[in-house]
């Protein structure tokens, strides 16, 4: 079953729980070495950053600067991916998809709108992420989520069998007209910004719905109470013994 089959899927049992950044481990987040402790899990999916290098590279990494991560000075974009590579484990969106597509496992890909400030890098990423998800066939596992709404739209126009969501404003009813506009399919946002009515609102006009980050049990009753399709955990095998 694909994660888009696995969301429709009325009989599933809600909310799907997804790895953030893949999890908290002893291997660094956003890497695939993390991603396959998750093999076995029952996990469906893990949500990943993407970031453009120097060399206009996607890669996965969460952070604008290196330093704190890393020791690196400055930021992901001024380096080419190998000056990354002698430096510190990071990935690419592309190898990433490979090994998601041949293990199963889905992707919830956020693009961090402090990383597409200018029209040429929202372009590149854009029409980057789309060709990959053409490329491995990846449209039914996977979707694009930013604030960055012009980015979603360059998504948008390049293939529009890509499903979209938004990290929404803060005024609903702007963020339901986005949706509309976009074509978008998921609603994202903190739990703590949500509520039961808005959640069966969104519900009713055909949409899902995403509540993150979800680290206790206390935040998984509060996901279930208000009817979220799905969350991302850090800690997402223990997050599935509450259910």
Known sequence: M????????????????????????????N????????????????EIDVQLTRDDRLVIFHD??????TGLPGKVREYALEQLRKNFEIDTVEDSIRWCR?????????????????????????SGLSALIGQFDFHKNCFVFSKSYETLELIREAD??????????KDTEKALLLMEQLKADIYLDYL?????????????????VDGSVV?????????????VDMI?????????LFR
Do not use: W
């Open 2 to 29: 694909t994660l888009m089959e696995l969301l429709k899927d009325p009989t599933a049992k809600r909310p799907v729980i997804g790895g953030h950044r893949g999890h908290q481990s002893d291997l660094r987040e």
């Open 31 to 46: 890497t695939i070495r993390n991603f396959t402790q998750l093999l076995g899990t029952g996990i469906p999916y893990v």
């Open 64 to 69: 604008e600067y290196l330093e704190a991560a």
């Open 102 to 126: 041949e293990n199963q496992m889905g992707i919830a890909f956020e693009l961090k709108s402090h990383c597409l400030k200018t029209p040429e890098e929202r372009r590149t990423i854009g």
């Open 160 to 169: 529009a069998d890509i499903l979209l969501g938004i990290i929404p404003p």
């Open 192 to 208: 703590d910004a949500m509520s039961k009515p808005l959640v069966q609102k969104l519900h009713a006009a055909g949409y899902l």
């Open 215 to 227: 680290n206790t049990e206390k935040a998984y009753r509060q996901a279930v109470f208000l009817g």
């Open 232 to 240: 991302e955990s850090d800690y997402p095998a223990k997050i599935k």
